[in-house]
């Protein structure tokens, strides 16, 4: 694990209030909470302050676990509509495990528990009801829980790692119509957010989400320049650089380095629809983000990585040009596409199971690639100029990353026939050549990812970063609500 050394924040994050040093404030851990621990923790901390925390059932998980909000207020710990008339009509609402591969905010949210409970300064300050859902995909996060014990070791997280298909997943579900492209196959974790976000009008959203390798950035629904100092300092002041190299969704505007506006799906299609694509079937739904928009919520996600990288923040300029390094990309992930396609294809008449993994490869597989294609087009109506260090590594690694993803997860697919032994010989010779080719990509990845970094500096950036936001949430002009709620 790498000893993280703070860097020099900017001088223009003190503000009325600096939450920097909230990135202190997370206890060490060595492992991440798996479902039933988290949920533990949780009605720990409502026992012990019954006056304080309320739990209640917002909704079921696709495999009928329930799915859990806690309201934390000073005033009433009762449904969210008496919280909201008890505190004047604010309401902030934080959602843990909406990608079930991302744990970092499952310390985060409870992490905030704790305080909101301990801190009554804290409490007084945002004058809020906080509505805390510490994992609303339990059924996704129980099949990541192979690596939650052993976070450094970045094999096993790709040989333990899943994320559902995109119509699976619960932060990209909701309903959606724009164009060519209808969504309304709404998940039952999605309608609980969506009744959690109806019933409270929130004036903060966050999503609790991180990234695998590199540097740390941010999501915003709106321009928030008085917050951008802040955010440029949290992660500085816990020595994990700032993520100014290729963008995790090229169609996202950038407001400042590392803070782009979030994830639209109107967006995503018509950048989409301009290389060449197919967006009506490669995208699901819209976003928590859209959902909560017409209420006049403010929107944040702090996205850090577990592993970090000195070059992700390099803004230096490198020999390749940044229509080389897209191509490099490009390739390397046409090259996983074809392998994997050809192992799935193969394996496809001699497969009995139809478990979540092999749901997500034949979306997953394919979709490298559509995305190389895509590349490749977007690539060749570039200018040529040279691209940054951290461009070119954000490149490399996000092509390491997605091989290891899916060749992981096709892993676990072959690997349930295997296991439960249905397979022929077949399948049992297609799961050799994939974990030979495998083992091949994972040596090839783990420079490139970096050092791993410890759980309580994630975290504490995360829950610093959350707190800087709902801060200028407070005091911001909220616009106005455009509707009603359900």
């Known amino acids: 694990m790498a000893t993280v050394t703070p860097r020099t924040a900017p001088p223009e994050a003190d503000g009325p209030r600096s939450w920097v040093e909230a990135t202190r404030s997370v206890p060490a851990t060595d492992h ?25 059932r917002i909704g079921t998980s696709r495999l009928g676990e329930p799915l859990l909000c806690f309201t934390v207020s000073e005033h009433d710990s009762g449904p969210p509509e008496s919280a909201r008339s008890a505190t004047g009509g604010e309401d902030y609402v934080v959602v843990g495990g909406v990608h079930p591969n991302e744990p ?82 709404v998940l039952p974790e999605t309608l609980a957010l969506m009744r959690l976000l109806d019933a409270t009008k929130p004036r903060f959203l966050t999503t609790l989400h991180n990234c695998e390798a590199g540097g740390a950035y941010y999501y915003l629904n709106r321009p928030a320049p008085a917050l951008y100092a802040q955010l440029t300092a949290i992660p500085a002041a816990a020595g994990i650089p700032l993520a100014t190299g290729e963008p995790e969704a090229a169609h996202t505007p950038l407001y400042a380095p590392g803070i782009h506006g ?68 490009a390739d390397a992930l046409g090259e996983a596409g074809a392998f994997l396609e050809e192992i799935l294809k193969t394996a496809e008449p001699h497969l009995t199971l139809a478990s979540p993994f092999l749901r997500a490869s034949r979306s997953f597989v394919p979709g490298l690639r559509r995305l190389s294609e895509t590349e490749i087009r977007r690539a060749d109506g570039l ?104």
Not at 173 to 180: E, I, L, Q, S
Request: hydrophobic share 40%.
């Open 104 to 185: 970092v905010g499952g310390v985060t949210v409870l992490h905030l528990a704790t305080r909101l409970c301990e801190d009554a300064e804290l409490r007084a300050r945002f004058g809020a009801a906080w509505h805390l859902v510490p994992c609303i995909d339990p059924d996704g996060a129980r099949l990541n829980e192979g690596w939650f014990g052993d976070p450094e070791n970045k094999y096993l997280y790709g040989r333990h790692f899943y994320r559902p298909r995109g119509d699976e997943q619960i932060e990209w579900t909701f309903p959606f119509a724009y164009r060519d492209a209808y969504f309304d196959r």
């Open 262 to 329: 979030a994830i639209d799906m109107r967006a995503a299609y018509d950048y989409l629809a301009g290389h060449g694509g197919d967006p009506a079937a490669t995208l699901a739904g819209a976003s928590s983000a859209a959902y909560a928009e017409p209420y006049g919520t403010f929107y944040f996600v702090a996205e850090v990585p577990q592993w970090s990288h000195p070059d992700a923040e390099d803004d230096s300029p490198v020999p390749d040009s940044y229509r080389e390094v897209l191509r490099l990309r």
């Open 383 to 486: 200018h040529e100029r040279p691209a940054t260090v951290a461009e070119r590594y954000s490149c490399l690694q996000s092509a390491h990353s997605l091989r290891m993803r899916f060749g992981g997860m096709l892993l676990r697919a072959l690997e349930a026939e295997t296991g439960a032994g249905t397979a022929p010989r077949e399948v049992h010779a297609l799961r050799r050549a994939l974990l030979e080719r495998y083992d091949t990509w994972a040596a090839e990845a783990a420079p490139v990812m970096g050092t791993s970094l410890p759980i309580a500096t994630l975290s504490g950036v995360q829950y610093a970063a959350l707190l800087a936001a709902a801060d200028h949430a407070r005091t911001e002009q909220r616009p106005p609500q455009r509707r009603e709620p359900q």
């Open 32 to 56: 991440y909470p798996d479902v039933d621990s988290l949920l533990a923790g949780f009605r720990s901390l409502a026992a012990s302050h019954p006056d304080l925390v309320a739990e209640r």
